[in-house]
């Protein structure tokens, strides 16, 4: 905090604590160009919008301040906010910490001493860190995140469950700022995964495609719980077609520039606008699940794919509830696909289906699952990781591949009198 550095503070609280003590000793203070008060949560939030303090505190009751928080993240993430709570419990401050807020005092317990301390030093670290990213702006300009592209030729094996959790998997493994765009643009359901919904969507970005700013993709981009941002698709099947291959294109340039990672749900139609994003992604995850029809679509695909060189980047193939029960085995798989399993996401059909149906995902709602520690190395894997994101149980890859090539000429006689 530079002494000529303008600091704006706003403070939202109820009508019958705008006099307290600590709020006048902070508006006395010279180094605070402007200390406002408001009673009123809305009123406060349209200023914070308005004005963007360099720091919020809020001193309402744990729901109240839970939302305004998450209110201010969402569009404001590098303002600092600073909660006061009429109690001091893990579970309250595990909340709060998990929508933005960077500290938390106790109504009544605090001093002021502690107050000023925190706000300052906040308020430092904020601008040191600004300062950080200003620099390694300036040296690597130009810089652009990874595309992450999940699709697969077959609807209906998870590709938004994938997508999804290896987004969020990359947020929690601190792989640095992640969206996912839902580019599924007639029937996504990334929102619904995530329970996320807003009236906005890809399609408010359109009107000014060529001045799209941080303005303009605050209300836009939603703010996961994870700390994931989301950009949803058109809320109605024919909204999609207004939607062409220029457009996608400068929508994901702006999200490349301000993201490490953006990964993109796609349909399982080979069209204008999926071989877009399939020729420009750095990552393809192809996925696939252990049956004839969706194997036979993927093998038609990477066939199309190699002959029309479509795809640049890196392709991993995913094998999606692989093992389950009376599936294909992995040595059938890859002869008859000629192409390597990169990674498998084993079946867990109840935890996975509870999970969806809250819209909580899999590596949040059963952290420890088998289902969920296969998609965090795929996660890792998409980061770059050399971990390998075979998961078979207790058997290793080799161990599994030998006993499927000790059973497999059964299996691939099938496969030969169905066409795969």
């Known amino acids: 905090m530079t002494a000529n550095q303008s600091i704006h503070i706003i403070v939202i609280t109820t009508p019958e604590r705008l006099e307290q003590e600590w709020i006048q000793r902070l508006a006395s203070e010279p180094t605070f160009t402007r200390v406002d008060r408001v009673g009123v949560v809305q009123a406060g939030l349209d200023l914070v919008r308005q004005s963007q303090p360099a720091l919020v505190v809020v001193d309402r009751d744990l729901e109240q301040t839970e939302a305004c928080v998450r209110q ?15 109690k001091h419990d893990v579970a309250s401050f595990r909340r709060l910490v998990a929508v933005g807020v960077r500290d938390v005092l106790v109504r009544g317990a605090f001093q002021y001493s502690e107050l000023i301390e925190s706000v300052r030093s906040l308020l430092e670290l904020e601008a040191n860190r600004r300062s950080r990213t200003s620099n390694r702006s300036q040296g690597s300009a130009g810089s652009m995140g990874k595309l992450v592209v999940v699709f697969s030729p077959k609807g209906g094996v998870g590709t938004t469950t994938i997508a999804t959790n290896v987004a969020v998997g990359l947020r929690q493994m601190g792989a640095g700022r992640v969206v996912i765009a839902d580019s599924s643009l007639q029937f996504g359901n990334v929102g619904v995964q995530l329970n996320i919904w807003s009236k906005y969507t890809i399609l408010d970005l359109l009107p000014r495609i060529d001045e799209i700013d941080d303005a303009m993709l ?54 204008d606008l999926s071989g877009a ?27 199309i794919a190699r002959q029309q060189e479509l795809i640049e980047g890196r392709i991993t ?21 000629r192409y390597t399993v990169g990674a498998n996401i084993p079946s867990e059909g109840k935890l996975l289906t509870h999970s969806i149906n809250r819209g909580v995902p899999i590596i949040m709602s059963n952290p420890q699952s088998w289902t969920s520690q296969s998609l965090l190395k795929l996660a890792a894997h998409v980061a770059g990781d050399t971990i390998d994101p075979i998961s078979l149980g207790s058997e290793t890859p080799e161990e599994a591949l030998s006993r499927d090539n000790a059973k497999g000429r059964k299996g691939i006689f099938r496969f030969a009198r169905r066409g795969i």
């Open 317 to 337: 193939l995913v094998l999606n509830r692989f093992p389950s029960v009376d599936s294909i085995s992995l040595a059938d798989v890859q002869q008859h696909l």
């Open 277 to 303: 994003l399939l020729r420009r992604a750095d990552e393809v995850l192809i996925v696939a699940t252990p049956e004839v029809t969706a194997l036979r679509n993927v093998k038609q695909f990477l066939e």
């Open 218 to 271: 605050a209300p836009v981009l939603q703010q996961h719980s994870s700390g994931l941002q989301v950009l949803l698709a058109p809320g109605t099947p024919e909204a999609a077609g207004e939607i062409n291959t220029a457009q996608l294109n400068q929508v994901l340039d702006r999200l490349l520039e301000r993201n490490n990672f953006v990964v993109v749900d796609t349909w399982a139609l080979l069209d």
């Open 72 to 86: 201010i993240f969402s569009t404001m993430p590098d303002t600092v906010c600073i909660a006061i709570t009429p």
